[in-house]
């Protein structure tokens, strides 16, 4: 079993940067993918960007592309959620997930995920 621990939300003006961090402990990560999803206030659940850990590959949502990078540090088991350019709309809790790349039935799809971190705060003021 694979637990995760956010960490690095926060209150941010529009235009500026957060980088969040999920740090996992059970296991390694090796045949996982890492994904960040978040949840807005009356919104549906939302994928945002996801790694796979072992080649470092990574996909992401059209609306964050280009503004969020995903990354990991297989060292320390680490996975990291820059973003760039925040908007009011980012405002969410922002949750990491880890699932087998083999079960997986699409990285998008937060129903295959098997583990999720407890979700970190994002808040950006106009």
């Known amino acids: 079993q694979v637990q995760l621990v956010e960490s690095g939300g926060g209150l941010v003006q529009a235009g500026g940067s957060l980088r969040l961090s999920c740090t996992a402990s059970?296991?390694?990560?090796?045949?996982?993918?890492l994904a960040w999803f978040r949840h807005a206030p009356e919104k549906e659940r939302e994928f945002v960007a996801v790694i796979s850990w072992n080649d470092g590959r990574t996909y992401y949502a059209a609306s964050m592309k280009g503004r969020f990078t995903i990354s990991r540090d297989n060292t320390k088991n680490t996975a990291y959620l820059q973003m760039n350019s925040l908007k009011p709309e980012d405002t969410a809790v922002y949750y990491c997930?880890?699932?087998?790349?083999?079960?997986?039935?699409?990285?998008?799809?937060?129903?295959?995920?098997?583990?999720w971190g407890q979700g970190t705060q994002v808040t950006v003021s106009s």
């Open positions: 059970g296991r390694t990560l090796n045949y996982y993918a």
């Open positions: 997930a880890a699932g087998l790349l083999s079960r997986l039935g699409t990285t998008t799809d937060a129903h295959g995920y098997m583990s």
